[in-house]
């Protein structure tokens, strides 16, 4: 007995040490993938706080506490239209988000509720729509807003995102409300819920991690777009935060201290509004993507 007693307590150290062991190598393996990851912003960050003169003069990689400066912060604001950009691409992201959130909303409830004709077809088109790149609609997009008077027009710029989110966002919307009781549906129109108001009221407030889902992916696209924006919008006080973000790079010379200074500044909405909805986006990225 007594030998018995001891294999196992030896088993039981052995498969600890084990346990251990790959528990140091996850966790050591982790903060590698997370350092590569966060050291080229953090470099950023650090980089655009240092003087221009001194930018890529010094050998060090992090500079002396005494050597930061908010200089090229002040110069990208004072010396360029950095900040409007900034606000157009705030007014466009935020407003093709809502209109993407609203359509999308409205066409996953009667995708995941109503039975209709061609149903399954429609479904398949609204997949098979995002397969496609959406540069190939530059062109026949920058006709027919110039036909319309759209170009230079915020309400082009807003038209064409809510086109390129809407596939995914109506996907997503469909597969989470899919995961919704229809039960609540019922009861609701018991109690004389009419079919708006029991999506905006009851369902959609239900399903808001699916909603918030929807709408951070809405405004990230949005914010980061390059190609639609320089296309679209060539009149100076109407470009984005990546178009306006591109002027710095010049044929001959960049502006190495205006490039990392606005980079910083068009990284931070994306970033808070991620950090803001972390758990909300996970959960309705886990629930939005299974049907029952």
């Not at 399903?207 to 296309?231: M, N, R």
Request: proline fraction near 4%; include cysteine.
């Amino acid at each position: 007995m007594t030998n018995e007693a001891s294999r196992r307590t030896d088993q039981r150290r052995r498969i600890r040490r084990r346990s251990r062991i790959k528990d140091t190598v996850i966790v050591i393996a982790a903060v590698c993938v997370v350092a590569l990851l966060v050291f080229p912003f953090a470099w950023m960050v650090l980089t655009s706080l240092r003087p221009a003169a001194d930018m890529f003069g010094s050998t060090r990689i992090l500079p002396a506490p005494d050597g930061l400066t908010f200089e090229n912060y002040r110069n990208l604001f004072a010396t360029s239209s950095f900040g409007r950009y900034f606000l157009n691409s705030l007014l466009v992201s935020v407003t093709s988000m809502i209109i993407s959130v609203v359509v999308a909303g409205l066409a996953g409830y009667a995708f995941s509720r109503y039975q209709f004709r061609f149903k399954r077809l429609l479904m398949l088109v609204v997949i098979a729509v995002h397969l496609f790149p959406f540069v190939i609609l530059i062109t026949p997009l920058y006709s027919m807003f110039g036909f319309a008077h759209l170009l230079n027009n915020y309400a082009g710029l807003i038209l064409a995102y809510v086109a390129i989110t809407l596939p995914v966002a109506t996907y997503l919307m469909i597969g989470y409300l899919d995961g919704i009781p229809r039960a609540l549906d019922e009861a609701a129109r018991i109690d004389g819920c009419r079919t708006v108001d029991l999506l905006f009221r009851v369902v959609l407030p239900v399903a808001w991690p699916g909603v918030a889902t929807v709408g951070i992916q809405s405004f990230i696209v949005a914010w980061e777009e390059y190609l639609f924006a320089k296309v679209l919008m060539t009149d100076e006080n109407l470009k984005t935060v990546q178009v306006g973000l591109s002027d710095f790079f010049g044929e001959f010379t960049t502006q190495w201290d205006l490039v990392l200074s606005a980079s910083v500044v068009a990284s931070v909405p994306t970033i808070v509004v991620v950090a803001l909805a972390q758990r909300r986006l996970v959960a309705g990225m886990a629930v939005g993507g299974v049907k029952e």
